[in-house]
């Protein structure tokens, strides 16, 4: 399954996630913000990416889209995984499908930009003169969705409105808000092209507003999954733990010492191998985590390194009896686990968050090494124990 969250995008989950109508074909909508009402003789300065997001969380939320873009820096928020309906359509009664459902998947941007916008001193008439910085990012996630390389009622090159019941309906691809039945915008007006490359059957790219080449070395930007970051330059325990997830897997092949809590280029091509093994290419195997990939890796998401003395006691005692690889409550028990190997007590293979018997016997272990015995070390995490492995190995102990 593709990723359900464009990776290196600021997630802003609104909740509120509903499928969408399988019967028809996937697509994805092209918007613009159209903040203002801009002329080429009164420019009018450009409204903010952190205004629109702001506004698209806040009291816009009733007619959020999936991705709020912004063209110039590339820098993009997620507002609904990509299975849900957003809510950037019309979707009337008379309508004959559900406008925001109408796909297996319906991803819709905004591009934050309106005719004219003035953007650090420049005037921009259309989308297509800006950089459109990050494009080539978000068109390959959403090919990974199955969505085609193509614009079923014509690729926007003006605010003419082109709108085919029978074409919605039947084609896949990309539609210009100007394409939806039953809707009244004409936006966007211009869109970029197609990225030709690997997966990238599109038409090539006009001269005259060339896509970028793509960096040929290592991702190197960052992203949030459940708190945490990922990425070139992410420091933390979540990233050894990933690191020896893929080393176990057989994906360790491009460090040269570690894995340890820095990420480094080595950690993006290991990762990088382990999507292309799950069948993703292009930029949807950059060797940055998703939330679907991370997930299939560790079995669980990691979490800020807090860990309830209830919840891990609960899992020491419904893990055992249940069936193999069983998790409770996997990110804090992963994190207790973590830390019974870095203190000898299990080996790294069972760090998987299920307090299974292994863990139980370590954990036992740990309890007699800070002089409990008998039924106190029985293996089942209590509050003066639990204190001092976080502390021996930084980590937050709640009740």
């Known amino acids: 399954m593709p990723e359900l969250w464009l990776p290196g995008a600021e997630i802003h989950d609104l909740g509120d996630h509903a499928p969408t109508d399988q019967q028809y ?21 450009w409204c903010t990416y952190e205004d629109l997001v702001g506004y698209f969380t806040g009291s816009g ?6 991705l709020v873009w912004d063209p110039f820096s590339g820098r993009t928020a997620q507002l609904f995984p990509a299975d849900s309906r957003s809510k950037s359509l019309l979707s009337p009664g008379q309508s004959p499908t559900r406008t925001n459902r109408a796909g297996r998947v319906v991803i819709q941007i905004e591009a934050v930009f309106f005719p004219y916008c003035r953007h650090q001193g420049t005037v921009y008439p259309r989308l297509v003169d800006t950089p459109c910085a990050g494009w080539d990012r978000i068109h390959a996630w959403i090919a990974s969705w199955g969505v085609p390389d193509a614009w079923p009622m014509g690729r926007p090159v003006d605010f003419t409105p082109h709108r085919d019941e029978h074409v919605w309906e039947t ?10 039945p039953y809707n009244d915008h004409t936006d966007p007006g211009a869109w970029p092209a197609f990225p030709v490359g690997p997966g990238s059957p599109g038409t090539p790219p006009s001269q005259q507003h060339p896509v ?8 190197r930007y960052e992203t949030d999954i459940n708190g945490l970051p990922y990425g070139y330059g992410a420091h933390g325990y979540q990233v050894t733990v990933v690191g020896r997830a893929l080393v176990r897997e057989g994906f360790g092949t491009h460090y040269r010492s570690g894995p340890g809590p820095d990420w480094t280029d080595a950690d993006t091509e290991n990762y990088a191998d382990y999507q292309r093994s799950l069948g993703y290419t292009g930029q949807a195997a950059d060797g940055v985590p998703g939330e679907a990939s991370l997930r299939r890796l560790l079995g669980y998401l990691p979490g800020p390194r807090t860990v309830s003395v209830a919840h891990a006691a609960a899992a020491a005692r419904q893990d055992p009896p249940a069936e193999q690889g069983h998790r409770t409550y996997g990110a804090e028990v992963a994190i207790v686990e973590q830390a019974l190997a870095d203190e000898g007590l299990l080996e790294q293979r069972w760090v998987d968050g299920s307090f299974g018997s292994l863990t139980v016997a370590a954990y036992a272990a740990w309890q007699r090494r800070c002089g409990y015995s008998g039924g106190a070390a029985d293996g089942v995490p209590g509050q003066d124990s639990l204190r001092r492995l976080g502390a021996a190995q930084g980590f937050d102990v709640t009740s």
């Open 61 to 66: 939320a009733g007619d959020a889209p999936h």
């Open 171 to 180: 084609c896949g691809g990309w539609f210009a808000h100007a394409h939806v």
């Open 25 to 45: 074909p996937p697509k994805a909508i092209a918007h613009i913000t159209w903040d203002r009402n801009a002329t080429a003789d009164a420019p009018q300065d």
């Open 212 to 219: 970028p080449p793509q960096d040929p070395g290592p991702a």
